[in-house]
């Protein structure tokens, strides 16, 4: 994909963590209530709060700092 500012690169990253978040959190669910898995859902939720952590950061500094 060819960008043609920083900016959409950073937005289009974004979106990719949120879409990434969306499908874990569907995941965990969906394991936990039709596998009943629990180490399989712990993992998915670890990976599920690291990309939350990393798009909260990457959103707050791409935002810069609240007036």
Sequence with gaps: MLYS?????????????????RQLCEDVQMIAEKY??????DVLTAIHEQ?????????ANFEGPSR
């Design 36 to 41: 009943h898995v629990v180490g399989t859902s």
């Design 51 to 59: 990309h939350e952590k990393m798009s909260s950061m990457s959103r």
């Design 5 to 21: 500012g920083s900016q959409e690169m950073i937005v289009d990253f974004l979106d990719g963590h949120e879409t990434i978040i």
